[in-house]
């Protein structure tokens, strides 16, 4: 058997998507911009449990501890408003692939990616899956182009104008599918078809579901995006780019709790 996996951009900027609110929605996004929050690492961390905080206190470097802690700490704040909830009472549990969850609100789902100064949060009625990548105009990839893609993706990177740009366009397509479905196929990454438009692909690769559809969406002129979600969706309207609180506003909620 085999599912539907399309592949589309989301050619309206960041910007121009914040606009809409209220319940009409199926995925909400929230661009982070690191540095705006690192003075509040030392403070958002209150919010975090005590198995977080171990988790961030084995970071090696500074910079990688406050970035889990920014972006757990938004993620918890996001959810409960998403959700109604007080902050406290957010608990993000790990499943069998390590994919986080809500055990309390199993229809909540919600994924985190970040790369260098930029984060992403999808919250979604749907499982979702979401990635970005910075665009490192220095990285060599040739030599993981035959374990990744397949050989139309590498036709299309080699023959690119802007090659590393197509090639973490395609990276973080098959990024964002992976952590949608919940489930590791490294081995059979190249088995995922990203090239624009409708591809099949085996049913049993993509944990079974019917329909897969991910989109590209560009953060700045140095990072790519990715979402994936395992709907049919026909109204992007309902894929809303939302923006999130300033350090300020984060700071009183903080000082409310």
């Known amino acids: 058997m085999y599912s539907q996996l399309f592949c589309g951009t989301l050619e309206t900027s960041i910007p121009d998507l914040n606009r809409k609110k209220g319940d009409d929605f199926l995925i909400k996004i929230y661009k982070i911009e690191l540095s705006k929050y690192q003075e509040l690492a030392s403070s958002t961390i209150t919010v975090l449990s005590d198995s977080e905080r171990s988790r961030a206190d084995r970071y090696h470097f500074v910079k990688d501890k406050n970035r889990f802690i920014i972006c757990r700490t938004l993620l918890k704040f996001l959810l ?124 049993a690769l993509v944990g079974n579901f019917e329909k897969i559809n991910v989109f590209s969406f560009n953060i700045n002129q140095d990072y790519v995006g990715a979402l994936a979600i395992t709907e049919d969706i026909h109204d992007f309207e309902k894929i809303i780019f939302y923006p999130l609180p300033t350090s300020d506003k984060l700071k009183s909620l903080l000082l409310k709790r």
């Open 80 to 203: 409960a408003e998403h959700i109604g909830l007080d902050v406290n009472k957010i608990i993000i549990d790990i499943d069998s692939n390590k994919k986080p969850y809500l055990s309390s609100h199993p229809s909540v789902f919600f994924n985190v990616s970040h790369s260098g100064d930029y984060a992403v949060i999808a919250i979604a009625k749907c499982p979702v899956g979401v990635d970005v990548e910075y665009v490192n105009k220095d990285f060599e990839y040739e030599e993981i182009l035959p374990t990744v893609f397949n050989q139309l993706e590498i036709d299309k990177i080699q023959n690119s104008i802007n090659k590393h740009h197509t090639f973490y366009t395609y990276w973080t397509r098959k990024e964002a599918i992976v952590k949608a479905i919940g489930k590791g196929i490294d081995d059979d990454l190249i088995k995922l078809s990203v090239t624009e438009g409708l591809h099949s692909v085996p049913r």
